[in-house]
């Protein structure tokens, strides 16, 4: 199973938008509904962010959001805030209770 | 607390074997399956073995596959991982999550484990 592909870095200044693409096949992304989006600061554990394309967890502001079309999910976070800045990785089930992670993407608030 | 703790890690020698292990508490162990994940330090995530809340049912990645066993024992709201035939490309912190659905909803601090002679 290869990795979902995501771009390495995004950037936004405080209060922009930033976006972030992870883009699968048809066997993963492209197949579920199930991708979810982890948010991990230097040093700490990732952190469930976005599930189920779209879902937020308790806790998690409304500033970020997911959405998909075809074998590409998106997260978009709003309103960017300088604890927003961290490496984010997306993760699709693929079947037969086996999961891929994305490549990874370190998000920079100027 | 919703709680997920790893032990066990450290420094083997290649060929060596290791047993991690994740105390759970906060929740109802044995009502959740439960992911061990991987990350070699600087890079990215790795899905390393899947269990069902019974226990009976395991799945793995094809990297660890035949070396690696996944157990739990629900009675201790613990989760196990026995790696063998370590490798130097299973160097990585180990995390333990929990999946309610086909998210990873609770994560551990996780271990470190460092194949290396």
């Known amino acids: 199973q290869s990795a979902l592909t995501q771009p390495p870095s995004a950037s936004g200044s405080p209060g922009q938008s930033v976006t972030i693409s992870c883009t699968g096949t048809?066997?993963?992304?492209?197949?579920?509904?199930?991708v979810s989006w982890y948010q991990q600061h230097p040093g700490k554990a990732p952190k469930l962010m976005i599930y189920d394309v779209s879902k937020r967890p308790s806790g998690v502001p409304d500033r970020f959001s997911g959405s998909k079309s075809g074998n590409t999910a998106s997260l978009t976070v709003s309103g960017l805030q300088a604890e927003d800045e961290a490496d984010y990785y997306c993760?699709?089930?693929?079947?037969?209770?086996?999961?891929?992670f994305g490549t990874g993407t370190k998000v920079t608030v100027l | 607390e919703v709680q997920l703790v790893e032990s066990g890690g450290g420094l083997v020698q290649p060929g060596e074997s290791l047993r991690l292990s994740c105390a759970a508490s906060g929740f109802s162990f044995s009502s959740y399956s439960m992911i061990w994940v991987r990350q070699v330090p600087g890079k990215g995530l790795e899905w390393v073995s899947y269990?069902?809340?019974?226990?009976?049912?395991?799945y793995y990645a094809d990297s660890v596959k035949g070396r690696f066993t996944i157990s739990r024992d629900n009675a201790k709201n613990s989760l196990y991982l026995q790696m063998n035939s370590l490798r130097a490309e299973d160097t990585a912190v180990y995390y333990c999550?929990?999946?309610?659905?086909?998210?990873?909803?609770?994560w551990g601090k996780g271990t470190a484990v460092t194949v290396s002679s």
């Open positions: 048809s066997s993963d992304v492209g197949g579920y509904n199930y």
């Open positions: 269990i069902s809340g019974s226990g009976n049912t395991k």
């Open positions: 993760s699709s089930y693929a079947g037969s209770n086996n999961y891929v």
């Open positions: 999550t929990r999946r309610p659905n086909a998210e990873m909803d609770v």
